[in-house]
């Protein structure tokens, strides 16, 4: 079993930035990707982004593009999301993904929520 705990979120004004961290726990030998989601009320859950945990190549989806940095410590078994220029539309339950041999499992979330 993997542990997921997500942690950093918050209230922030549009424009501004918060970092969201993700700490896997337990068996978590064989990591083959960490990634970000998030889904809002009412509507589905989303991807955000994702990073090759042995290349650490990155993926975004095309709404954060530019603004959003998936980054990872592999000593520390973290993965973080740096989100830059918050938008009122990134208002959502960020949720934190990793895959470990092909299974995949999800931490509790962390609210993230941007004012106009």
């Known amino acids: 079993q993997v542990q997921l705990v997500e942690s950093g979120g918050g209230l922030v004004q549009a424009g501004g930035s918060l970092r969201l961290s993700c700490a896997a726990s337990g068996r978590t030998f064989n990591t083959n990707t960490m990634a970000w989601f998030r889904q809002a009320p009412g509507k589905e859950r989303e991807f955000v982004a994702v990073?090759?945990?042995?290349?650490?190549?990155?993926t975004y989806a095309d709404s954060v593009k530019g603004r959003f940095t998936i980054s990872r410590d592999s000593a520390k078994n973290t993965v973080d999301l740096q989100m830059n220029s918050l938008k009122p539309e990134d208002t959502a339950l960020y949720y934190c993904r990793g895959t470990y041999s092909g299974i995949h499992y999800w931490g509790q979330g962390t609210q993230v929520s941007v004012s106009s």
């Open positions: 990073i090759d945990w042995s290349g650490g190549r990155t």
